[in-house]
């Protein structure tokens, strides 16, 4: 009977002995991973590296990050359920094309403005292939009804529920007991932190950024109508008149981007100065990302949503300074976007954002925008098989610039945050 009990032992040791290695290899895994996971949650989105952008369609959030979003009004609870409602005009353009490339129109009060660009957006050749996302910054019932009266495309409209300009009386509006220009807090006992010159926080000039920011976060990430999908978006504003080869010409530059520009990170529809027309040669454009009719796929987006905490602590009120200033240098690399060298794009106007948000209404000039377009500004006018010329010298705002302020309240940069997480965080 002993000696069956040891028999019996040494066969079931025998196995062990050739199993043990394999086990210890498996546990050792798994532990790698478990580290590995871990340290990439407490590291936050910052640590993301545009090397490690295996799969687009996701990103490194930090999972112990909590949202901080304003109570909703009714008006906002509308504005959120309108946001999801399908596009219009379906019934005219049934399908898009295989290979459209999305424009995201982003507006805020200035109705005469819009009617141009509606009108310049009307005799773009191709764009009933594509959809077009208008994004408001707040509600306002005539800009609404400018966009609702557009037959020439698909449209999606969608609503910054958290603009400010739908809070009266409380944050991110203007809430009781807020400081006001250069208040002392210890002195006045109000609340709010000044930014880096000693002004407390405007609502009407902070919208501009988190419209910004919110709409990049619902473009990208947020949508039904964008989920999945990886081609570019051109994002234009409701002051960018729009050539008739717009659509065209970013068409080919998309496509000819990856072969001759590998390293531009977008494409533009117009020069960095929008002052500046284009040099009219033949050569194709390399320079800094323009803030006129730029777009870009989304890798790219990974790439600027992984320094969220960047975008959001950076004190200064315009998205596109901060971009340049703080985002943009901290790639590693210049940032390129590649252009033809006419611009199919146009900025008009001389009422600027910060006009028309206030309660006297929208900001008003002639509002008119006629260009003289010759015959070449309607058609295709960029040919794939141009050289490159690259602008290695960027003019404008650069890596060092310490910001105009106007973004140094906490509760703006908490909001910030959020909405980098509002999709990925429950």
């Excluded at 019996?8 to 991973?33: D, G, H, I, Q």
């Excluded at 600027?352 to 500004?377: T, V």
Aim: net charge positive; aromatic share 12%.
């Amino acid at each position: 009977m002993a000696f069956y009990k040891r028999s019996r032992a040494a066969r079931v040791a025998l196995p062990l002995r050739r199993v043990l290695p394999l086990v210890l290899v498996v546990l050792a895994s798994v532990l790698f991973v478990v580290f590995m996971l871990k340290n990439r949650a407490v590291a936050g989105p910052s640590s993301f590296s545009f090397a490690n952008l295996e799969n687009p369609a996701t990103i490194l959030a930090d999972p112990s990050f909590k949202l901080k979003l304003p109570k909703q009004t009714l008006l906002s609870v509308s504005l959120d359920q309108r946001n999801r409602l399908p596009p219009r005009n379906t019934d005219l353009f049934p399908t898009l094309a295989k290979d459209h490339t999305k424009i995201v129109l982003y507006v805020h009060n200035r109705p005469r403005y819009l009617r141009a660009v509606v009108r310049s957006l009307a005799g773009v050749e191709g764009i009933g292939e594509t959809l077009l996302i208008v994004s408001h910054d707040g509600y306002f019932p005539e800009m609404d009804g400018i966009v609702r009266g557009i037959r020439f495309c698909q449209v999606k409209q969608i609503f910054a529920p958290y603009s400010p300009h739908l809070f009266p009386d409380s944050f991110p509006g203007v809430s009781l007991g807020d400081c006001h220009d250069k208040d002392d807090p210890a002195a006045k006992k109000c609340n709010g932190t000044a930014d880096q010159y000693g002004n407390h926080r405007s609502p009407r000039i902070v919208s501009l950024k988190h419209h910004w920011w919110w709409m990049m976060n619902t473009v990208w990430d947020g949508m039904e109508e964008t989920r999945g999908f990886d081609g570019h978006i051109l994002f234009i504003e409701e002051d960018h008149y729009i050539y008739p080869n717009a659509y065209r010409n970013l068409q080919l530059l998309v496509g000819v981007k990856p072969t001759k520009c590998p390293e531009c990170y977008a494409t533009n529809l117009a020069p960095s100065d929008v002052n500046f027309k284009g040099e009219a040669t033949d050569m194709l454009i390399a320079e800094k990302i323009g803030n006129m009719g730029y777009a870009f796929n989304r890798t790219v987006w990974r790439k600027i949503h992984a320094k969220a905490k960047e975008f959001c602590s950076f004190d200064e009120y315009n998205w596109d300074i901060t971009m340049w200033a703080t985002v943009y240098p901290s790639f590693g690399a210049p940032v390129y976007t590649l252009r033809g060298p006419r611009t199919s794009a146009a900025h008009f106007g001389k009422c600027g954002l910060h006009q028309g948000q206030g309660k006297s209404g929208a900001c008003i000039d002639n509002g008119k925008a006629s260009f003289q377009l010759d015959e070449i500004d309607k058609i295709l006018n960029i040919k794939p098989d141009w050289q490159v010329h690259i602008i290695k010298k960027q003019s404008g705002y650069q890596a060092g610039f310490k910001g105009w302020g106007g973004w140094g309240d906490w509760r703006d940069r908490e909001l910030c945050l959020s909405f980098a997480y509002m999709y990925h965080v429950v």
